[in-house]
T-cell receptor, first 114, second 113 residues
Framework: AQSVTQPDIHITVSEGASLELRCNYSYGATPYLFWYVQSPGQGLQLLLKYFSGDTLVQGIKGFEAEFKRSQSSFNLRKPSVHWSDAAEYFCAVAAGGGSYIPTFGRGTSLIVHP | SAVISQKPSRDICQRGTSLTIQCQVDSQVTMMFWYRQQPGQSLTLIATANQGSEATYESGFVIDKFPISRPNLTFSTLTVSNMSPEDSSIYLC??????????FGPGTRLTVL
């Protein structure tokens, strides 16, 4: 079975600074990888996903993530954070191949200082 | 993608009562899912609901406590039965559009007193 580790419970950055949220996964084959964002009081919104191909994936809201097989990682990055990016970020991994159910990490809470 | 709505958006209920949460999708989908997100926690899958068949429940969740209906390809309901304060959570509906990606509704925030 697959699993996801998000080692940082909270991350605090200043507005305009760069951001990197860490995600490590465990899965025997090539996984399907996702990042979701949950703003306060909201559901989850898909930021980006990786299935295959180019290991650097571009998403919405200026986010990108890089799949590194050798490190079993799928870290999320943004070059310049905006105050509206303050939210909970969830990494998820799935086996893919049709009928699938993703496993979610515990989430990382992003705090943005003005 | 899919646009998903849930009703109610939030509710405060008394212990021992039941609440039915509705999930409506703007397109026909085969697979619908119900998740629970307890305060400060990640998402836990309750069950998978496919149209025309019984829901499949994950370990730790039973049909008597969380009955699910899936009458057609755009709608599902989750009932939280005989509620206790431990059921206070956000309940999220999601769908798979066949592209190996799940899309989520806005959630129902339930508080049980």
């Amino acid at each position: 079975a697959q699993s996801v580790t998000q080692p940082d419970i909270h991350i605090t950055v200043s507005e305009g600074a760069s951001l990197e949220l860490r995600c490590n996964y465990s899965y025997g084959a090539t996984p399907y990888l996702f990042w979701y964002v949950q703003s306060p009081g909201q559901g989850l919104q898909l930021l980006l996903k990786y299935f295959s191909g180019d290991t650097l994936v571009q998403g919405i809201k200026g986010f990108e993530a890089e799949f590194k097989r050798s490190q079993s990682s799928f870290n999320l990055r943004k070059p310049s954070v905006h105050w509206s990016d303050a939210a909970e970020y969830f990494c998820a991994v799935a086996a893919g191949g049709g009928s699938y159910i993703p496993t979610f990490g515990r989430g990382t809470s992003l705090i943005v200082h003005p | 993608s899919a646009v998903i709505s849930q009703k109610p958006s939030r509710d405060i209920c008394q212990r021992g009562t039941s609440l039915t949460i509705q999930c409506q999708v703007d397109s026909q989908v085969t697979m619908m899912f119900w998740y629970r997100q307890q305060p400060g926690q990640s998402l836990t899958l309750i069950a998978t609901a496919n149209q025309g068949s019984e829901a499949t429940y994950e370990s730790g969740f039973v049909i008597d406590k969380f009955p699910i209906s899936r009458p057609n390809l755009t709608f599902s309901t989750l009932t939280v039965s005989n509620m206790s304060p431990e059921d206070s959570s956000i309940y999220l509906c999601s769908v798979s559009t066949g592209a190996d990606t799940q899309y989520f509704g806005p959630g129902t925030r339930l508080t049980v007193l």
